[in-house]
């Protein structure tokens, strides 16, 4: 028997939750970075799987200091970072957004944005080049500013389009944060860091784009499969 989902309440979202939590571990909130940095991964990782875009990163660190990196230029920057989506785009908006940061502030640090609200954070964030809300809530969740802001990739979008909490005409990241946050409300940043990887595991192992397995997945009993079309 199917449940309907009620996206205002978030004992609908507890249910996924506990759910996802009997066939895989506890997602530990660790392994945070330094806002600013997170910045430079977020913007690398947009379209691009996690081993390449971390790839990426690493080498791109192990070049360049921060400072030093607001100081490139692009071309210098697409060489190690070929690998990911779009890397020349990619490039300019990583130069372009660190001396944007540098021009106002005198740096190229995020710190500022603790004292700041969610909503403050993601509209200064959206802001700069090449920063979405997927991006935006990853500086404010997966570093050291440990917000509590649910992160939007591809992965969760789809699983959470099937399981019905989002509308068939709602693909955006911002368009389906403002829908399911505030069912979210009150839930602290670790408990949504472990929610988002949670979600993406899913979608990894057993709600792909093209290829499912929907016997074996948890969600089975409150899933209303919205846009499976093919079943493995």
């Known amino acids: 028997m199917q449940v309907a989902l009620d996206i205002g309440q978030s004992e609908a979202f507890l249910s996924v939750r506990n759910r996802l939590l009997r066939i895989y571990e506890p997602v530990l909130y660790e392994g945070l970075i330094d806002p600013a940095e997170e910045l430079v991964r977020a913007i690398l990782g947009s379209g691009t799987r996690d081993a390449i875009r971390q790839s990426a990163f690493y080498g791109l660190r192990d ?132 929610f988002h990887w949670l979600l993406k595991q899913l979608g990894r192992e057993l709600c792909g784009t093209l290829r499912t397995d929907c016997r074996a997945c948890p969600l089975q009993p409150l899933c209303r499969k919205r846009g499976v079309k093919t079943f493995h």
């Open 63 to 194: 070049r360049f200091a921060l400072p030093a990196l607001a100081e490139a230029e692009p071309q210098q920057i697409v060489p190690l970072i070929a690998a990911v989506d779009s890397p020349g785009d990619k490039a300019a908006d990583i130069v372009l957004g660190l001396r944007r940061l540098k021009a106002i502030s005198g740096d190229v640090r995020l710190d500022f944005l603790d004292d700041w609200s969610i909503g403050e954070a993601l509209r200064y964030l959206e802001a700069l080049p090449g920063v979405d809300r997927a991006v935006a809530a990853a500086v404010l969740n997966f570093s050291t500013l440990r917000k509590p802001a649910l992160v939007f990739d591809a992965a969760v979008l789809r699983v959470l389009h099937r399981l019905g909490f989002l509308p068939p005409h709602v693909r955006s990241a911002a368009a389906a944060y403002d829908i399911v946050m505030p069912a979210l409300e009150g839930w602290p940043a670790e408990e949504l860091f472990e």
